[in-house]
């Protein structure tokens, strides 16, 4: 059984930066895609970034393209996700989160709050 833990969340002003940490335990996931979502208040849960096992593309929602960026550590079995020139609008609960595909349900972790004060 995976089990994903979140880290790095916390309050920030505008303009200001934080690198969130998702640490995977109970086997390597180093051939697994990795991605980001987050929920704000009010809102559905939406994907942020991901990145794939195999050739290590990345993929970025367009609000924030050029601000947040996704990498990967094998050996530490974590994914980063560094996130700069945060807006009030990044404020959102931040989930990592690995799919399966087909019937089988997708591994999250517990989420880690972002807050960006205006």
């Known amino acids: 059984q995976v089990q994903l833990a979140e880290s790095g969340g916390g309050l920030v002003q505008a303009g200001g930066s934080l690198r969130l940490s998702c640490a995977g335990s109970?086997?390597?996931?180093?051939?697994?895609?990795m991605n980001w979502y987050r929920q704000a208040p009010g809102k559905e849960r939406e994907f942020v970034a991901g990145?794939?096992?195999?050739?290590?593309?990345?993929y970025y929602a367009d609000s924030v393209k050029g601000r947040f960026t996704i990498s990967r550590d094998n050996a530490k079995n974590t994914v980063y996700l560094q996130m700069n020139s945060l807006k009030p609008e990044d404020t959102a609960i931040y989930y990592c989160?690995?799919?399966?595909?087909?019937?089988?349900?997708?591994?999250w972790g517990q989420g880690t709050q972002v807050t960006v004060s205006s």
């Open positions: 109970g086997r390597t996931l180093s051939r697994d895609d």
């Open positions: 989160n690995v799919p399966r595909g087909g019937q089988l349900e997708d591994y």
């Open positions: 990145i794939r096992w195999w050739n290590g593309r990345t």
